[in-house]
């Protein structure tokens, strides 16, 4: 069974860091590309970044570029987002997601809150 | 970047009534490169169809994927009562990957 489980959410402060993790089993984990997705408390979905199965390929939506940082580790089948300069804006629940197009299998996501 | 508008907003439906969710794209999709996802209160999406017709695993018949270029169409027939949810389309023909607003069928 394909499972991804994000983990590392929190409440930062405005211009602070966090390390989101995705801790990936149940399918050759190199064979795939792998997103972060992430949505405002009510509101829609937003891709931000993804990263090939060989740490190639990484791209970002221009809202994050510059400040969060997808990476991977092969050995250990986890992602990672390293998101800094945190504002009230990069609130909400942050999903990891398994595809180079469509997003198959999706983690039960983490809540991240940027707040004083 | 392409931007998807979905219509409408909210869909006020009965069980067992069918409905009709519109995605449109600024620009032509590539390839028709369209998913539509389903997300239910508190829970992740889930894919419904991929490639603007094609049924993802396990996901029932009565859920259908039409169109091309820049318009699309979600079709569920015959509303069951785990199907009142939220609708997002996705288009994946080009960078960035881009999210509609999400269409809420929500029961009448």
């Known amino acids: 069974e394909v499972q991804l489980v994000e983990s590392g959410g929190g409440l930062v402060q405005p211009g602070g860091s966090l390390r989101l993790s995705c801790a990936a089993s149940?399918?050759?984990?190199?064979?795939?590309?792998i997103n972060w997705v992430r949505q405002a408390p009510g509101k829609g979905l937003e891709w931000l970044s993804h990263?090939?199965?060989?740490?190639?390929?990484?791209y970002y939506a221009d809202s994050v570029k510059g400040r969060f940082t997808i990476s991977r580790d092969n050995v250990k089948n986890s992602l990672y987002l390293q998101m800094d300069s945190l504002s009230a804006e990069d609130t909400g629940v942050y999903y990891c997601?398994?595809?180079?197009?469509?997003?198959?299998?999706w983690g039960q996501g983490a809540l991240v809150t940027v707040s004083s | 970047e392409i931007v998807l508008t979905q219509s409408p907003g909210t869909l006020s439906l009965s069980p067992g009534e069918g409905a009709t969710l519109s995605c449109r794209a600024s620009?032509?999709?590539?390839?028709?490169?369209l998913a539509w996802y389903q997300q239910r209160p508190g829970q992740a999406p889930r894919l419904l169809i991929y490639?603007?017709?094609t049924r993802a695993t396990a996901i029932p018949g009565r859920f259908s994927g039409t169109g091309s270029g820049t318009d699309f169409t979600l079709t569920i027939t015959r509303l069951e009562p785990e199907d009142f949810a939220v609708y997002y389309c996705?288009?994946?023909?080009?960078?960035?990957?881009?999210f509609g607003g999400g269409t809420k069928v929500e029961i009448k």
């Open positions: 997601a398994r595809g180079i197009y469509y997003l198959d299998h």
């Open positions: 149940g399918f050759t984990f190199t064979n795939y590309h």
């Open positions: 990263i090939g199965g060989f740490s190639n390929d990484i």
């Open positions: 620009q032509s999709v590539t390839s028709n490169y």
């Open positions: 490639d603007a017709s």
């Open positions: 996705q288009q994946y023909g080009s960078s960035p990957r881009t």
